[in-house]
């Protein structure tokens, strides 16, 4: 089985910055064969994808955080990041981090909640205006 655990959520101003960290447990085997995502849901809108990373490194981001929100991958810890900076309020919600173990070489980590095998608990992020 794996756990993920995110940290890192809080209360800021618009333009403030954060740094999400999404720590996996538990059956981590070649964690550096994993795609790895993280997704937000706000209120009243569906869980939709912020930024996802491949096997490779490769990133994707929503063009809503592009420029802005930075996903990386640390193998060694088995840690996945998100750097948030220019916060807007409507950047606010809840956070996810998900997994999928076993990612094919070359293959894309896409930004859709049903291709992911794990998920965290979340951590809340608010953004004040």
């Known amino acids: 089985q794996v756990q993920l655990v995110e940290s890192g959520g809080g209360s800021v101003q618009a333009g403030g910055s954060l740094r999400l960290s999404c720590v996996a447990s538990g059956y981590t085997y070649i964690y550096s064969s994993w795609c790895m995502g993280w997704f937000r849901h706000a209120p009243g809108k569906e869980r939709e994808g912020v930024a996802t990373?491949?096997?490779?490194?490769?990133?994707s981001s929503a063009d809503s955080v592009k420029g802005r929100f930075t996903i990386s991958k640390d193998n060694a810890k088995r840690t996945l990041y998100l750097q948030m900076s220019s916060l807007k309020p409507e950047d606010t919600g809840m956070y996810y981090c998900?997994?999928?173990?076993?990612?094919?070489?070359?293959?894309?980590?896409?930004?859709?909640?049903?291709?992911?095998?794990?998920w965290g608990q979340g951590t809340q992020v608010t953004v004040s205006s």
């Open positions: 998900a997994a999928r173990p076993g990612c094919g070489a070359g293959e894309y980590a896409p930004m859709d909640v049903h291709w992911y095998n794990y």
């Open positions: 990373i491949d096997r490779s490194g490769r990133t």
